[in-house]
């Protein structure tokens, strides 16, 4: 199940990262609304590594 991002969630992500978050969130003048739904593949779908591990993929992309 996804999460509204937190401040230490924040804290990790790089000026770039929330850079790109922010141009996303002009497209949404009204904001954004966390709806809580049970996700059937969320075992599957949502990684087990802790939050505070940044690693950096094989195209230079960092994964929070």
Do not use: C
């Not at 230490?8 to 002009?26: D, S, V």
């Not at 949404?28 to 949502?46: N, Q, R, S, T, Y």
Request: a negative charge; glycine letters at 4%; proline letters at 9%.
């Amino acid at each position: 199940m996804g999460h509204p991002p937190n401040a230490r969630e924040n804290e990790l992500k790089t000026e770039k990262q929330r850079a790109e978050y922010e141009k996303l969130m002009i497209r949404f003048p009204e904001g954004i609304h966390w709806l809580k739904m049970p996700d059937p593949h969320v075992d599957w779908a949502v990684s087990k590594k802790p939050a505070t591990l940044i690693s950096t993929d094989h195209h230079g992309i960092e994964d929070i």
